[in-house]
């Protein structure tokens, strides 16, 4: 079945430092990608909706200098933290759909710890 | 209000028992739902999608009540390995943009021998 790889699986930064966050699709076209956040016993949140090759559409209240989403190819979206700050720590979560399929794909996840 | 609601939980059960899960939504025009479960710290895993019909696969049965916006989930012979959050979960766009997915907050299970 389809795969979506999403690395890294956790990360320890810094306050202050940028991290980014990929996912790939492994054999099939992402043309859509959704970033998810989610805080300890809390649901997922959608963050952000990037279709490939535009500029992504963010959930209001997600600042988008912040969380920085490129989407340039059909197979590679990211996710860039910047200047990370503590309550950034949560959990990642990408998941990506291809058009004309009702399939969705999700990565394993990252787990982000500021400190 | 939230637009999916779930009772959190958690719901601690011995195995063998039935369990049921319940779910409102408050955007009428949702198009599809879903029953996911998630590990802790693992990304959500599709369990079931649900019908106004109704629809069982083994040991799960889900039923979606358009008319009182409402979702469930039971769950009969609960196993050990049943423990886990559920998340009803709500699909609100179609066309490209499937996938726009809404989670409710996930409803804890505990199954214990």
């Known amino acids: 079945g389809a795969v979506v790889s999403q690395h890294p699986s956790w990360v320890i930064c810094k306050s202050g430092t940028s991290v980014k966050i990929e996912c790939r699709s492994l054999d099939f076209q992402a043309t859509t990608m959704f970033w998810y956040r989610q805080f300890p016993k809390q649901s997922l949140m959608l963050m952000a909706t990037?279709?490939?090759?535009?500029?992504?559409?963010?959930e209001q209240g997600v600042e988008k200098d912040k969380f920085l989403i490129n989407h340039a190819s059909l197979t590679l979206s990211t996710l860039t933290v910047t200047s990370a700050h503590p309550e950034d720590s949560s959990f990642y979560i990408c998941?990506?759909?291809?058009?004309?399929?009702?399939?969705?794909?999700f990565g394993s996840g990252t787990q982000l710890s500021v400190l | 209000r939230k637009e999916v609601e779930q009772d959190p939980g958690p719901f601690n059960v011995p195995e063998g028992a039935t369990v049921a899960f319940n779910c409102t939504y408050s955007n009428s025009a949702s198009q599809s739902f879903f029953w996911y479960r998630q590990d802790c710290r693992k990304e959500p895993k599709l369990l079931m999608s649900v019908y106004s019909s109704g629809n069982e696969d083994g040991r799960f049965t889900a039923q979606l009540n358009r008319a009182s916006q409402y979702i469930s989930l039971l769950i009969r012979d609960s196993k050990l390995s049943d423990s886990a959050t559920y998340l009803c979960?709500?699909?609100?766009?179609?066309?490209?943009?499937?996938?726009?997915?809404?989670f409710g907050q996930g409803t804890i299970l505990t199954v214990h021998p």
């Open positions: 998941s990506a759909s291809s058009r004309g399929t009702e399939k969705l794909f």
């Open positions: 979960v709500g699909n609100n766009a179609g066309g490209t943009s499937y996938g726009k997915l809404t």
């Open positions: 990037s279709n490939e090759g535009s500029k992504a559409t963010y």
